[in-house]
């Protein structure tokens, strides 16, 4: 049973990290064929809000008091609406494969915001891995800057993704709390319940003005994709994983993500795959791996005991 569990969690987060590989290529392909930015924005969020509200029905009920509902906007602002926007709007921008290799730096950002926020000690080789994976990071971006084809990146694109990355990992290190009180059903459903409110104001009528009947099924289906896989089924499937596997084996498995988002960007001529970005490729996988392979805090305070 527990071979079977485990094997379960290992096909769980491989499916995420395959899905959000490819959701970098499709949803720039929607997004440059109907669907802008600013509606994907929006879709994701709303269809987010509706799918987790209907599984909240079968799941367990969790009471959750106003004050928390509250705590859990901001955590909307963090985890969910500056973390959606800037990624898609970067990825509408840059080239998916330099979207998806931008997503592997989350583990550097949540280690500063963690020393900054939770006074996590801040070790020699992590140390180390910030400095390597931000380099990479340095030589991605500046080879942007400088290219004159669009298929090997904007640099615009690059730093909204950086910037989703960060966001990201600032609502883990200031709702580490709420985030182990509630179940990720719950958590999910009033974050992205949250983020639907907040957005309206300024995308509802955008979307409302836009012509929808002029979207082709091809790039219906993209944005379904999106929205259904990429943001709801994945979600599931790496909080799955999350209950099995330990984090450092779940962080691993995204290096899978630029992986699977460079070969179908290269296959279908979205992108250009340059030396210097695969020089930014290895020095932020290994920054990211020596911030994995890091100690933490109760790791060290073990020792003492």
Same mark, same amino acid.
């Given at each position: ?49 509706? &799918? ?6 079968? *799941? ?26 800037? &990624? ?41 891995? =910030? ?68 957005? *309206? ?13 002029? =979207? ?31 984090? *450092? =084996? ?56």
């Amino acid at each position: 049973m527990q071979n079977k569990r485990v094997l379960i969690a290992h096909l769980a987060i491989l499916s995420a990290c395959a899905i959000w590989g490819l959701m970098a290529p499709i949803g720039k392909d929607a997004m440059l064929s109907g669907v802008d930015n600013l509606n994907m924005v929006y879709l994701r969020a709303l269809g987010g809000a509706v &799918f987790f509200w209907i599984t909240s029905l079968f *799941t367990k009920h969790e009471h959750v008091p106003l004050k928390d509902i509250f705590v859990l906007c901001g955590a909307g602002v963090f985890g969910l609406v500056c973390n959606q926007c800037c &990624f898609t709007i970067g990825l509408s921008i840059t080239t998916p494969s330099n979207a998806a290799i931008v997503t592997t730096s989350l583990p550097i950002f949540a280690m500063i915001f963690a020393a900054l926020i939770l006074k996590e000690p801040i070790t020699g080789r992590k140390a180390l891995g =910030v400095g390597v994976g931000c380099s990479g990071a340095v030589i991605l971006i500046a080879s942007t800057a400088v290219a004159n084809d669009s298929r090997i990146g904007d640099i615009r694109g690059d730093l909204l993704c950086v910037a989703a990355q960060m966001s990201f990992a600032l609502y883990l290190s200031l709702y580490r709390d709420i985030l182990k009180r509630y179940s990720p059903i719950t958590m999910s459903k009033w974050m992205f319940t949250w983020a639907t409110i907040l957005l *309206t104001p300024f995308l509802g009528s955008h979307a409302a003005s836009t012509d929808w009947q002029a =979207v082709s099924l091809k790039t219906w289906l993209e944005t379904g994709f999106v929205v259904f896989f990429g943001t709801y089924i994945a979600y599931l499937c790496m909080q799955t994983a999350q209950r099995t596997l330990r984090p *450092t =084996v779940v962080s691993i498995y995204n290096y899978m993500q630029p992986v699977v988002a460079v070969s179908v960007s290269i296959a279908c001529g979205m992108c250009l795959f340059t030396w210097k970005q695969a020089v930014a490729v290895v020095l932020v996988f290994s920054g990211v791996w020596l911030v994995i392979k890091s100690k933490s805090r109760r790791d060290m305070e073990s020792k003492h005991y």
